[in-house]
């Protein structure tokens, strides 16, 4: 059966075949890597604050280049909406757990309540902030 599947694929003709994503895939692909960004940015963040307050070594001189290249890299990718968003979330609302926070529709003032980067990216596709692409 393996045999004559490869077979299959190897005679078609890949110049007149045209392969295209599902945009389902491509949503969850987007979602997964907006996630990963969050939680990887608060991981050296976290990272950050303990070498600090266990060593006494401040090592914010040293990052602050980093962290200015990675900044950039967000709001090309995603926009000044939602870099504001992510910024907000990661240096702010995850360092306080036991607080509510909330993302507001600048146009209606609804507010949607967020504690995890799921809920953050869901209000972010909700309120149509994310760049086109």
């Given at each position: 059966m393996r045999e004559q599947i490869k077979k299959a694929l190897i005679s078609i003709d890949l110049e007149n075949?045209?392969?295209?994503?599902?945009?389902?895939?491509?949503?969850?692909?987007?979602?997964?890597?907006?996630?990963?960004?969050?939680n990887t940015l608060i991981s050296i963040q976290e990272r950050?604050?303990?070498?600090?307050?266990?060593?006494?070594?401040?090592?914010?001189?040293?990052?602050?280049?980093?962290?200015t290249i990675i900044e950039d890299l967000v709001y090309e990718h995603y926009g000044d909406k939602v870099a504001e968003v992510i910024f907000?979330?990661?240096?702010?609302?995850?360092?306080?757990?036991?607080?509510d926070s909330f993302i507001e529709d600048e146009k209606t003032k609804k507010r949607y309540k967020v504690?995890?980067?799921?809920?953050?990216?869901n209000v972010?596709?909700?309120?149509?902030?994310?760049?086109?692409?």
């Open positions: 075949l045209n392969v295209e994503e599902s945009k389902k895939s491509r949503e969850s692909k987007h979602k997964k890597f907006f996630i990963k960004t969050i950050t604050d303990k070498v600090f307050t266990q060593y006494g070594l401040n090592l914010i001189m040293y990052e602050d280049l980093y962290f907000w979330y990661v240096n702010g609302v995850q360092a306080k757990d036991n607080e504690k995890t980067p799921t809920q953050v990216y972010c596709k909700k309120l149509k902030i994310f760049n086109k692409s």
